[in-house]
T-cell receptor, first 109, second 111 residues
């Protein structure tokens, strides 16, 4: 079993849809949680990070962490074609960071 | 603008050749990292350094070497011992206990 599991997709949605991206993990020692967005041929760009269970909102993006279930989610509201990218979840314990494989998202106009 | 610069963007390696990938940051971050990204897999850690003149092996260090002579620079050498070098290589940096920030990567291919 991988430490971090993420459905690779691909996921295709129409413009304006709400997108839900998810990861599960096995290591209960992970202390903080991140979502990165990666465009083709580019490096990952940090979108959201959080230290605790609960929700964190930033514009159209909401990150949700449920430590009891070892489950994290990223919600994108009013999705745009410019949101088309690969989304990577990541989590960290004492500077040891682990990444999901990434979910490829396409938002169609 | 502060950031992480990786060069070159594309690199080709001949059989038996060592190649070096450059990573420079002007964010004043102490920690720097090298990852390898393959299709369908998460990023895998090759080497990391938390301080100048010190570095540690990551999960897949075999066939790679690094140096950390300056805070701003963390070059990665892919040696001929790395039998499957074709991948997208990403450099990152961070302040301790903070999320990592990435460069735009180097794509390495075999000729």
């Amino acid at each position: 079993q991988k430490e971090v599991e993420q459905d690779p997709g691909p996921l295709s949605v129409p413009e304006g849809a709400i997108v839900s991206l998810n990861c599960t993990y096995s290591n209960s020692a992970f202390q903080y949680f991140m979502w990165y967005r990666q465009y083709s041929r580019k490096g990952p760009e940090l979108l959201m990070y959080t230290y605790s269970s609960g929700n964190k909102e930033d514009g159209r993006f909401t990150a949700q962490v449920d430590k009891s279930s070892k489950y994290i989610s990223l919600f994108i509201r009013d999705s745009q074609p410019s949101d088309s990218a690969t989304y990577l979840c990541a989590m960290c314990e004492d500077n040891d960071m682990r990444f999901g494989a990434g979910t490829r998202l396409t938002v169609k106009p | 603008d502060g950031g992480i610069t990786q060069s070159p963007k594309y690199l080709f390696r001949k059989e038996g050749q060592n190649v070096t990938l450059s990573c420079e940051q002007n964010l004043n971050h102490d920690a720097m990292y090298w990852y390898r990204q393959d299709p369908g897999q998460g990023l895998r850690l090759i080497y990391y350094s938390h301080i100048v003149n010190d570095f540690q092996k990551g999960d897949i260090a075999e066939g790679y070497s690094v140096s950390r002579e300056k805070k701003e620079s963390f070059p990665l050498t892919v040696t001929s011992a790395q039998k499957n070098p074709t991948a997208f290589y990403l450099c990152a940096s961070s302040i301790s206990d903070q999320p990592q920030h990435f460069g735009d990567g180097t794509r390495l291919s075999i000729l």
